[in-house]
């Protein structure tokens, strides 16, 4: 295959896609211009395989402006086919050049060449053309004659209405050119056959008139507008034309004779030998005519005759005029009636349609009224379902204060060092009376000492059910990650006993009141936020208690999205401090909304568990913020993003890395694929089941 064509090529289009703008060409024959006069002529034939298997070459992103090219003759360039992509446009191995356009390159081609009809595309005497052919209005052909040997034109294809159907016409003043065609140049011309083997023709230049034979297509009832044509070469001569010029047809004769074309001079003489008989004739009727009108007689007869005529006439014109006059009325009328009728009925229907809306109306005032009286009723129990709240609130208040004080008086009688824990692992609230662990002893740096002699008796002393294994869990979780999900608030509050004064801590319980951000926002919550970010050199634990009162994906919204990256301050612009942790603690009933798992999964949790609970004595000492916060900067490595954990997938990896680095300071000896366990469990798995609703029962 050849890498590129120099020169044009001389191709029929055989299909463009009007929608997409894209078609193929088929390549006939090499071609050029002839130096003498610059007219186009066949170069060469195009070899076999020249163009690629398919034979044709590939025309993409046709101009609008020639997409009427279809079944046409064109010129054009062709270059390779780089990009073979679509096997159904684009198989071709050649597609049309780039040629400057409009000021552009486009991929464009040029018209050239008059399609020769076959003899069998012209159907009846009438010359209609086959519709088959594809041929448009107004192009111009030739035709071929007698088994190919002779050829005629030019021809201009014409719409004719009745029937709708193409014909040919002359072109040029009722005639046509007749030539043989094997006299004709080879090189202005090319005969090919196309896919279904039917032989074609193109003629690349119009041979010259001289070289063919006239054929006039004139009729007889033509030739008077041909003889107006001729007069109006020369105007003069038609003014001062009268019937005592001797010699006018001769004159005529003249007219003709100026004609410089040898083919028009012998057709208008061939047409005036026609028309002289007729001349001829006409001056001798013209004087019989003459003669005849002079007559006394003939005028009184044409006199009587114009009379008649003109009385017929008018009787004709008057009568017409009375019975368009009288349909018109009959018209009117009937209009008026028509008229009369569709504005009764658009009244009824205005009417019916009036009825439907002012049921509509009524009915909307009875629902109204119904509405606004099941107000009053739901308004009144609101009411009184907030007055009992009120009630209940304060019955509440009062049980509490003589429950406190019993407890108090139980402790001052002696039973307090028994009674004690029991009452507090029952409300699960620290108590006010128990001493609060203070910094006077030494600090601690180690963390498993911190473990085994603060935060273990601790949570034992708050009678938590967790084995030395879920203290190490809770301490890993909080210092990995942001916000860690546990069975009871004690959890919380032990642990910043165990720190020491350099931990603070708040229990806030959800209301089932919070709908939105805002509401959980304001007052506890964001006086707690604000505080651990001015006093940051100490620990803040957030507590919410009865976090799933409410629909946590509502309030909590922002701050999930913090933790989960997508990011990075609170609707107040506040950021997340890094001595704050939050902690959620499920109600310890079934009167509490399903939490969903995508919610969870930016938690992390620490499971309650069966087992020997630590009940050593709390060793006096306090943890440093500045050393707590060193335990807590394990490398977040990066680790393999978890299946269903939706957006907190990330975050979750970020943290499961977190706490393996966590465990495994904290016990070094240990397998690390079993601290990946762990850490995969408190991240992706404890959260879920701590938030169950079964793990209430």
Same mark, same amino acid.
């Given at each position: 295959m050849s890498n590129c064509h120099i020169g044009y090529v001389l191709g029929y289009v055989d299909f463009i896609?009007?929608?997409?703008?894209?078609?193929?060409?088929?390549?006939?024959?090499?071609?050029?211009?002839?130096?003498?006069?610059?007219e186009w002529k066949v170069d060469r034939s195009c070899e076999p395989g020249e163009f690629g298997a398919t034979r044709l070459v590939f025309w993409p992103v046709i101009p609008r402006e020639q997409a009427h090219l279809v079944h046409r003759y064109v010129r054009f360039k062709v270059e390779p086919n780089e990009k073979p992509r679509d096997p159904e446009r684009e198989r071709d191995e050649f597609v049309v050049a780039e040629e400057r356009w409009n000021g552009s390159m486009r991929r464009v081609v040029s018209p050239l060449g008059l399609t020769i009809l076959p003899e069998n595309s012209i159907i009846d005497s009438e010359r209609a053309v086959d519709p088959r052919s594809g041929l448009r209005s107004q192009s111009t052909v030739y035709r071929r004659k007698m088994n190919g040997t002779l050829i005629d034109g030019p021809w201009r294809v014409v719409d004719i209405s009745d029937p709708a159907r193409l014909c040919l016409q002359p072109r040029e003043d009722d005639h046509v050119v007749e030539y043989t065609l094997g006299r004709l140049n080879q090189e202005t011309y090319h005969v090919w056959d196309d896919e279904y083997g039917v032989n074609q023709a193109v003629l690349l230049t119009e041979?010259?008139?001289?070289?063919?034979?006239?054929?006039?297509?004139?009729?007889?009832?033509?030739?008077?507008d041909w003889l107006i044509r001729v007069f109006k070469r020369d105007k003069p001569f038609l003014t001062s034309l009268d019937r005592a010029s001797p010699g006018w047809r001769g004159r005529i004769g003249e007219l003709l004779e100026t004609a410089t074309d040898p083919v028009l001079r012998k057709l208008n003489e061939q047409r005036f030998a026609r028309l002289d008989s007729a001349l001829k004739a006409l001056a001798v009727d013209e004087s019989r005519s003459d003669d005849l009108v002079e007559m006394p007689r003939f005028k009184e007869i044409l006199d009587a005759a114009i009379n008649r005529k003109i009385a017929s006439e008018r009787g004709q014109i008057e009568a017409a005029a009375q019975e368009q006059a009288c349909d018109a009325l009959g018209r009117l009328g009937q209009e008026r009636e028509l008229a009369v009728a569709q504005a009764e009925r658009e009244k009824q229907a205005i009417l019916r349609e009036l009825d439907k809306i002012r049921a509509a109306v009524a009915d909307a005032e009875r629902l109204r009224d119904n509405a606004q009286a099941e107000a009053q009723r739901d308004e009144s129990s609101i009411r009184a379902a907030a007055n009992h709240l009120v009630?209940?609130?304060?019955?509440?208040?009062?049980?509490?204060?003589?429950?406190?004080?019993?407890?108090?008086?139980?402790?001052?009688?002696?039973?307090?060092?028994?009674?004690?824990?029991?009452?507090?692992?029952?409300l699960n609230v620290p108590s006010s009376t128990r001493p609060t662990v203070v910094p006077e002893g030494p600090a601690i740096d180690d963390p498993n000492v911190f473990l085994a002699d603060r935060l273990g008796p601790t949570m034992g002393w708050w009678g938590a059910e967790a084995t030395r294994l879920q203290v190490k869990r809770l301490h890993a979780a909080l210092v990995s990650?942001?916000? /860690?999900?546990?069975?009871?608030?004690?959890?919380?509050?032990?642990y910043a006993e165990a720190i020491g004064a350099c931990?603070?801590?708040?229990?806030?319980?959800?209301?089932?009141?919070?709908?939105?951000?805002?509401?959980?926002?304001?007052?506890? /919550?964001?006086?707690?936020?604000?505080?651990?970010?001015?006093?940051?050199?100490?620990?803040?634990?957030?507590?919410?208690?009865?976090?799933?009162?409410?629909?946590?994906?509502?309030?909590?919204?922002?701050?999930?999205?913090?933790?989960?990256?997508?990011?990075?301050?609170?609707?107040?612009g506040l950021a997340w401090p890094e001595n704050l942790?939050?902690?959620?603690?499920?109600?310890?009933?079934?009167?509490?909304?399903? /939490?969903?798992?995508?919610?969870?999964?930016?938690?992390?949790?620490?499971?309650?568990?069966?087992?020997?609970?630590?009940?050593?004595?709390?060793?006096?000492?306090?943890?440093?913020?500045?050393?707590?916060?060193?335990?807590?900067?394990?490398?977040?490595?990066?680790?393999?993003?978890?299946?269903?954990?939706?957006?907190?997938a990330r975050s979750a990896a970020l943290d499961r890395s977190a706490l393996t680095e966590t465990f495994r300071r904290l016990e070094p000896d240990d397998d690390p694929e079993q601290a990946k366990q762990i850490a995969r469990e408190i991240r992706e798995v404890n959260a879920r089941m701590i938030f169950a609703r079964g793990a209430r029962a």
């Open positions: 896609h009007e929608a997409a703008l894209w078609g193929r060409i088929r390549p006939l024959v090499m071609v050029k211009k002839r130096a003498a006069d610059g041979p010259a008139k001289t070289d063919g034979r006239v054929i006039d297509h004139l009729t007889e009832s033509g030739l008077a009630e209940a609130r304060e019955r509440i208040i009062r049980d509490f204060s003589a429950f406190h004080g019993l407890i108090e008086s139980m402790w001052t009688s002696g039973g307090g060092s028994s009674a004690r824990p029991l009452v507090a692992k029952t990650c942001r916000w /860690v999900a546990t069975p009871c608030p004690s959890w919380g509050v032990a931990a603070r801590h708040r229990i806030v319980a959800a209301e089932p009141t919070w709908l939105s951000f805002s509401d959980a926002w304001g007052g506890e /919550v964001e006086d707690f936020w604000r505080e651990a970010v001015e006093r940051h050199d100490e620990l803040h634990l957030l507590i919410f208690a009865d976090a799933d009162r409410a629909l946590v994906q509502c309030w909590a919204r922002p701050l999930l999205d913090i933790v989960s990256g997508l990011r990075s301050t609170l609707p107040s942790r939050l902690i959620a603690c499920p109600s310890a009933d079934e009167a509490a909304l399903p /939490v969903p798992d995508w919610v969870v999964a930016h938690w992390a949790g620490v499971r309650a568990a069966q087992g020997t609970r630590p009940d050593e004595a709390i060793t006096p000492g306090h943890v440093p913020f500045a050393v707590w916060s060193r335990w807590g900067m394990a490398q977040r490595g990066s680790s393999r993003l978890s299946p269903g954990l939706g957006v907190a």
